[in-house]
């Protein structure tokens, strides 16, 4: 499967907290890309990294990828309630037609 | 301004029946998309359209007919719906389809129930 796996499956944290998920992958990839899905909505893209960076910053976000071990992380940064959502990390399929997307992470911010 | 907009937002209706979703892009973009989310809210890819044409078709029945009369627009029809169709479906948009820079831009989602 080109499928990306993300964990924690579930995280819940308290406002002001850092957050971090994790991605893996099987195959080679030109690039990673980071979506948020918040309650019963389309996704929202977050971040791009690409194969030949290590770590990307976008505001309270952070994305680091490691490809020598096939795998990324998505950190956000004093969370807040808003933050709370799906996280899907994606990744294109080997033709570059599609993007093949993981289980996601839900993370649920309590105030 | 809406960049990817579906409709329906929610369609319930019986087994057997014949329905369809559209999905329009104001965005200019070449590349378009349908994805299925289940309930586990597992995203899988079903069809693209870049410029009109089909470049991808996963393994979906053929009840399932994807139809773009421009590039702006995909319309997903399935006929003779079943229990297992019960999905959230997705559509997305691109600038291109591939390339190392490309981001996908999402609609809002159709929940289609079948009873």
């Known amino acids: 499967s080109q499928q990306g796996e993300e964990d924690p499956q579930a995280l819940s944290i308290q406002e002001g907290e850092n957050a971090t998920m994790n991605c893996s992958y099987k195959t080679s990839i030109n690039n990673l890309q980071w979506y948020r899905q918040n309650s019963g909505r389309g996704l929202v893209h977050l971040i791009l990294i690409r194969s030949n960076e290590r770590e990307k910053h976008s505001g309270r976000l952070r994305v680091t990828l490691d490809t020598s071990k096939k795998s990324s992380s998505l950190l956000i940064t004093a969370s807040r309630a808003a933050d709370t959502a799906s996280y899907f990390c994606?990744?294109?399929?080997?033709?570059?037609?599609?993007?093949?997307f993981g289980k996601g992470t839900t993370l649920s911010v309590s105030s | 301004d809406t960049a990817v907009s579906q409709t329906p937002k929610y369609l319930v209706t019986q087994m057997g029946n014949d329905k369809s979703i559209k999905c329009e892009q104001n965005?200019?973009?070449?590349?378009m998309y349908w994805y299925k989310q289940d309930s586990k809210k597992f995203l899988k890819i079903m069809f693209s359209?870049?410029?009109?044409?089909?470049?991808i078709n996963e393994t979906v029945p053929n009840r399932f007919s994807p139809k773009s009369p421009d590039k702006a627009h995909l319309n997903l029809h399935i006929n003779s719906l079943e229990l297992g169709d019960s999905a959230v479906y997705f559509c997305?948009?691109?600038?291109?389809?591939?390339?190392?820079?490309?981001?996908?831009?999402f609609g809002p989602g159709t929940r289609l129930t079948v009873l």
């Open positions: 965005l200019g973009h070449d590349t």
């Open positions: 997305a948009s691109s600038q291109t389809s591939g390339g190392t820079s490309d981001t996908q831009y």
């Open positions: 994606a990744k294109f399929n080997q033709a570059g037609t599609a993007l093949i």
């Open positions: 359209y870049n410029n009109k044409e089909l470049i």
